[in-house]
């Protein structure tokens, strides 16, 4: 027992570093696992000073793939710094570089900031506005320098934060002359301050753009006014930088919709069928009306759309020897309706097309002694198209000129007719 004894004390001595040198190395892991996961990256970027300042991998990372020259961050005591980026192509089998920055001090001269050692093609720089050119020595595998490039010149300017406090007008009417001018005040509008509107998918930029006030507090806006449509828009200014401000303007009507109604003369002229010329010895009416009423409910700058229900009535008498033959002819369309205002509230171009029917009322023929046949009444698919021109002679009173077109199927024929008219119309 003795000797078990002794045996198992002097094998637990000999197991003892064993376990102690695994145990250590285990806890050596697991902090250097855990430093590892709270340590980040960071990258070059410096002050011109030579001040190292905090920029990890992944906000580079985010600035290459927008494509942007630089990025603001806030460093320690809520510092914000605005990052210059400034990469070269690589060099392959190069151990490192050395970038040599330089400021402009006089026409063509410049003095030494800083020689930097880099690892990387890239660095970030937090300078302050001026004239600077740099070059890049590049180093080879003994550390020394391989070849040197030529100096690459840029120019850094004050970013400025604009402020927009108010553009006027606010709200344009289109129903009203406009010559496009916008009048803003505000902070920080500079010369070459970039103004336009955004919204609706695009980007208008103005034609002209005045600086009425030296300390940049207002200026005046021109845009082309065949730019401007009906919409809200977002007016902006943004400054060298990338810093920008904006307010909302609206291009609109007093009413986003017209109504108008119609009274017209319309003669009707039938140009393709024989039938009715044949059995009542005439083709055409000058005994005929038109009435129309048409809506427009989407109005923008240079045209309108909308609908119109539109009834034409026409009385057609013919006499041959021996009887006399009458008739009434209704029809009666729907139609889309584009308008274009070639002189805005003067002279509107209206096109048209759409289907409707076309009917025969009442269809007789009178025979010597008082002998009157069955009238005959039919109802047939018919579609219609036209073009009109509408005059205003007062703000909404206006003159309507045109003329439409009909097809209409009738039993295994065809009526193509013609329906030339004028009138007065009123403007809801």
């Known amino acids: 027992m003795e000797i078990k004894r002794i045996l198992s004390i002097i094998f637990s001595l000999f197991l003892l570093p064993v376990f102690l040198v695994f145990g250590e190395d285990d806890r050596k892991i697991k902090a250097e696992t855990v430093s590892t ?15 190292i300042l905090p920029v990890t991998k992944t906000e580079y990372d985010s600035v290459v793939s927008q494509d942007r020259d630089y990025f603001v961050k806030t460093v320690d005591n809520g510092r914000q710094v605005i990052f210059q ?75 400025l934060k604009p402020e927009l406090k108010s553009v006027s007008p606010e709200i344009i009417y289109l129903d009203e002359p406009y010559d496009g001018i916008y009048t803003v005040t505000g902070e920080n509008i500079l010369e070459n301050s970039e103004i336009f509107l955004g919204g609706l998918g695009k980007r208008i930029k103005p034609v002209d753009l005045k600086i009425t006030d030296k300390n940049g507090k207002r200026a005046v806006v021109t845009f082309a006014p065949e730019d401007l449509n009906t919409g809200t828009y977002d007016f902006f200014i943004r400054n060298p930088g990338g810093f920008y401000s904006s307010k909302k303007i609206d291009i609109k009507y007093f009413k986003w919709y017209d109504l108008d109604i119609t009274y017209n003369y319309a003669p009707f002229f039938v140009l393709s069928d024989d039938t009715l010329k044949t059995y009542i010895n005439t083709d055409k009416s000058f005994t005929g009306s038109q009435v129309k009423l048409t809506f427009m409910p989407v109005k923008r700058r240079r045209e309108y759309f909308g609908f119109s229900l539109s009834g034409f009535y026409h009385y057609l008498y013919g006499s041959l020897p021996g009887y006399t033959g009458s008739a009434h002819i209704v029809q009666a369309y729907c139609n889309f309706v584009y308008q274009c205002p070639i002189i805005r509230k003067r002279f509107v171009l209206d096109i048209h097309g759409g289907a409707g029917v076309l009917g025969f009322l009442n269809l007789k023929i009178k025979y010597p002694h008082n002998f009157v046949s069955d009238s005959f009444n039919s109802l047939h698919f018919s579609v219609d198209a036209g073009m009109s021109f509408n005059i205003y002679v007062m703000n909404r009173l206006f003159l309507e000129l045109g003329s439409d077109f009909v097809y209409s199927i009738v039993g295994n024929g065809c009526i193509i007719g013609a329906l030339p008219y004028i009138g007065v119309g009123w403007q809801f």
């Not at 996961?37 to 030579?50: C, D, K, L, P, R």
């Open 37 to 51: 996961e709270i340590q980040e990256e960071m990258v070059n970027a410096y002050s011109a000073e030579g001040e």
């Open 85 to 159: 980026r400034l990469e070269w192509e690589p060099v392959e089998f190069s151990t490192g570089y050395i970038f040599k920055l330089e400021k402009q001090i006089g026409d063509g001269v410049y003095t030494p900031i800083r020689d930097f050692e880099l690892t990387e093609n890239f660095i970030l720089l937090a300078l302050e506005a001026g004239s600077y050119r740099y070059s890049v020595q590049v180093l080879n595998f003994f550390g020394k320098v391989q070849f040197e490039s030529d100096y690459v010149q840029f120019t850094l300017i004050k970013a």
